[in-house]
């Protein structure tokens, strides 16, 4: 299960409360996949070199959100204003492989990235799936600008060898702010469909939809039906369209489109391909706008989707387990055992995380795989950490192994328990000893006791 978010944040800074945003109180299963993308991210060069060193408001605030939850940031690129996220349950990280990212500036001939586009792609289950946020040129006269920029940014490259082109994924998810706008009909006319949710009727003139009996290069893109009031142009903290002076005609300038290259294949070539052979489908569950957040003047579209995978990967690269019990009282042994043609590598590593961590960096400490190895079977190897290393709290961790080849996790443990250091949980019985003693006479409350 796949949650996709699309949002023009207009340079705000996060709201309160993303639980609606992230369908966090849906009745139905979690999901396994959340992708952010955002457009118009604050962008001021203060901010931009700020956040090129440390992580920015927007991706703090979501880690903050989904750690929790047990979701790990997996991957993550930002040009400019334009930011898109990956987050994932721990239990795929194993069967997520080469990640890849690029961007593309399209504004100012290029030279510039308020517009263009950001990319994740990477290996789900042996499957090829790509993420791509664009924000394209505005403005009602320029549909062919931002047919030409998205077919631009549909041709470029990831480095690295054997990485498939955008199109040649065997799914691409396109969405962000794509500006395309509702051609022909006066702002009366748009406003009063709208009023009565007659949005049949402004269908065929919206520009994206337009264009897709056009352009061949867009037919094959599926969108779900646009159920939901266009998304631009509110104003600010309110669902009432732009009352200023320019008085904007409302537009589905947000929106969420998927590609999936076997279903192209099959039309092309008609009768050549069995029902078995198509190992990957999409399916839409829900594609909505969340009309209650006005931090910008566009409001936030979702899509959530299901993913039904044949898996052509069904075993994880490395599996890895703690030895014994651990405590910070005396040194840990981890054991792991790797597939017969996995690339290992002298950078390697594996690390200790909390189990709510963040992103792969968010270890608490870690050991080299080469390094740190105190021995060496056919089956398996020990690695060790120093005590000094382990959390004299304890508490519950995992383990997780990073390939330095593959840029990813490619095994992880079963949570654990870490025990306290008997010299800490002294010194806490100590402690509780003496603010006991400490306790003002007049207390009355005994929700301590």
Not at 294 to 314: N, Q
Request: proline content about 5%.
């Amino acid at each position: 299960r796949l949650h996709l978010v699309t949002w023009n944040v207009g340079t705000a800074f996060p709201p309160p409360d993303v639980t609606s945003l992230l369908q966090l109180n849906s009745l139905g299963p979690t999901m396994d996949m959340y992708v952010i993308g955002l457009q118009e991210v604050n962008s001021r060069i203060t901010n931009f070199l700020s956040d090129l060193a440390f992580d920015d408001p927007w991706s703090i605030f979501f880690m903050t959100v989904l750690s929790p939850l047990g979701y790990m940031k997996l991957s993550s690129v930002r040009m400019q204003g334009l930011l898109i996220l990956v987050f994932v349950k721990h239990i795929h990280l194993p069967f997520i492989r080469d990640i890849h990212t690029h961007y593309t500036r399209t504004g100012l001939y290029g030279y510039w990235g308020n517009k263009g586009g950001v990319t994740v792609r990477m290996s789900l289950y042996g499957h090829t799936i790509c993420f791509l946020n664009c924000h394209l040129p505005a403005h009602m006269e320029n549909t062919e600008q931002r047919l030409d920029d998205f077919e631009k940014i549909l041709e470029m490259q990831f480095e690295g060898e054997n990485i498939p082109s955008t199109l040649d994924h065997d799914v691409l998810f396109w969405f962000g702010d794509l500006n395309f706008r509702i051609a022909d009909y006066g702002i009366h006319f748009v406003r009063e469909s709208i009023n009565n949710k007659r949005y049949n009727l402004l269908w065929e003139k919206d520009q994206l939809n337009m264009a897709k009996k056009k352009e061949a290069f867009l037919q094959e893109f599926i969108e779900g039906p646009l159920q939901f009031k266009p998304t631009y142009k509110f104003d600010l903290y309110s669902d009432v369209y732009d009352t200023s002076e320019k008085k904007r005609k409302p537009a589905w300038t947000d929106r969420i489109l998927w590609r999936v290259k076997n279903l192209c294949q099959r039309e092309s070539k008609e009768g050549e391909f069995s029902e078995e052979e198509q190992t990957i489908s999409v399916t839409l569950n829900n594609y909505i706008s969340h009309m209650s957040y006005g931090i910008s003047d566009h409001k936030p579209v979702t899509g959530t989707f299901e993913l039904e995978l044949k898996p052509l990967l069904s075993d994880p690269l490395v599996t890895l387990n703690p030895e014994g019990e651990w405590s910070a009282e005396h040194d840990v042994l981890i054991r792991y055992s790797a597939v017969p043609d996995f690339p290992s590598s002298a950078w390697d590593w594996i690390g200790l995380y909390k189990v709510a961590f963040r992103h792969a960096n968010d270890y608490v400490t870690y050991a080299w795989v080469e390094d740190d190895e105190i021995s060496s079977s056919e089956d398996s190897k020990q690695v060790y950490m120093s005590a000094a290393e382990i959390p004299h709290a304890g508490g519950e961790f995992l383990l997780c192994y990073y390939s330095n080849n593959l840029q990813s996790i490619v095994g992880i443990s079963q949570p654990f328990q870490i025990q306290p250091s008997r010299i800490l949980i002294g010194k806490d019985l100590t402690q509780e000893e003496n603010s006991w003693m400490q306790k003002p006479d007049n207390l009355e409350s005994h929700d301590d006791f």
